[in-house]
């Protein structure tokens, strides 16, 4: 079982920028696929970005791609997802993820961070 810790949440204006980051508590960390995901209550959650074990592929969803940038340092067992450019809807409670390498689903997941983001 992989144990993951975000942080980095809070509230910024319209246009502003929020750096999460994520710890994760494995020995494996670095066969790791990993991800963000966000939820709005009552709606689904949306997949926003995930990079390979080795940091060499990353994926984004259009709707964040140029906007947020996903990145991991596997000396430190941690991943990031920085934000720029932040809009009112993103506001959400982001969550970091882990998989395994050929796996399709998230087996592991953080607390969450609550991401706030006013006009």
């Known amino acids: 079982q992989v144990q993951l810790m975000e942080s980095g949440g809070g509230s910024v204006q319209d246009g502003g920028s929020l750096r999460l980051s994520c710890k994760a508590s494995?020995?494996?960390?670095?066969?790791?696929?990993m991800g963000w995901v966000r939820q709005v209550a009552g709606k689904e959650r949306e997949r926003l970005a995930s990079?390979?074990?080795?940091?060499?592929?990353?994926h984004y969803a259009d709707f964040v791609k140029g906007r947020f940038t996903i990145s991991r340092d596997n000396a430190k067992n941690m991943v990031y997802l920085q934000m720029n450019n932040l809009k009112p809807e993103d506001t959400a409670v982001y969550y970091c993820?882990?998989?395994?390498?050929?796996?399709?689903?998230?087996?592991?997941w953080g607390q969450g961070t609550q991401v706030t983001v006013s006009s």
């Open positions: 993820a882990a998989r395994f390498r050929g796996d399709a689903e998230y087996a592991s």
């Open positions: 990079i390979s074990f080795n940091g060499v592929n990353t």
């Open positions: 494995a020995r494996t960390f670095n066969m790791l696929t």
